[in-house]
């Protein structure tokens, strides 16, 4: 069911009511002018007046001949607040608030680091079935660059089998031993669970 919206003027009577209560407004003390009040919540001074009636209304405060609005009651300020309020007040809320604010920072990190060691298991274990081939690329700088694989001695050196290469977008597939290796190539391997530390130290050397 949706709620009623409080009006304006009501809910400039709670706020003062409230400010009654917290102590802000002494007892006897008088309260700014209505035309103060109305710059201050940007109302107009109709609006102001309309609080201020209610207030009156539940015995808050007074009006005095040539005194102004008098502050006459905290007790009634908490009656009328009170029939406002939820079980939770506006502080247990931000309390709450900080809470749940803390919760999901706690939840972001843990999120995060799962994803970390999720990617990190998943750049280990897909080189653990000798059958799924790993890909390296060949960075600049590589000693092996304009050499072919049987030159370089690939399978004697790493234990692995180029199975295929990817070159500017295109795939060859089981380039052979004649193919050479060039900067940018990236190189499909295929070998048992420590052939990608062995191949990524071997195209380092």
């Not at 109302?43 to 609006?47: I, L």
């Not at 190539?185 to 048992?192: M, N, R, S, T």
């Given at each position: 069911m949706q709620r009623t919206q409080i009006p304006t003027y009501e809910r400039i009577a709670i706020d003062l009511a409230n400010r009654i209560y917290d102590g802000h407004f002494k007892i006897g003390e008088k309260i700014h002018g209505r035309s103060t009040l109305a710059s201050e919540y940007k109302?107009?001074?109709?609006?102001i007046r309309r609080a201020i009636k209610i207030l009156e209304d539940v015995e808050i405060v007074h009006s005095a001949q040539g005194s102004g609005i008098v502050i006459s009651s905290k007790e009634n300020a908490f009656k009328y607040i009170n029939r406002f309020s939820t079980i939770e007040s506006v502080k247990d809320l931000e309390k709450q608030i900080n809470a749940l604010i803390t919760e999901r920072s706690k939840l972001d990190e843990q999120l995060s680091d799962t994803l970390r060691k999720l990617m990190d298991y998943s750049g280990k274990l897909r080189h653990t079935n000798p059958l799924a081939p790993i890909e390296i690329e060949i960075?600049?700088?590589c000693?092996?660059?304009g050499k072919t694989i049987s030159e370089v001695k690939f399978w004697q050196n790493t234990g692995g089998t180029v199975v295929g290469m990817k070159r500017k977008g295109e795939i060859v597939i089981s380039p052979g031993p004649y193919a050479l290796?060039?900067?940018g190539?990236?190189?499909?391997?295929?070998?048992?669970e420590k052939i990608y530390d062995r191949v990524v130290h071997f195209l380092q050397e």
């Open positions: 109302v107009s001074p109709e609006t960075l600049p700088g000693n092996h660059i290796i060039w900067e190539d990236v190189l499909l391997i295929i070998g048992d």
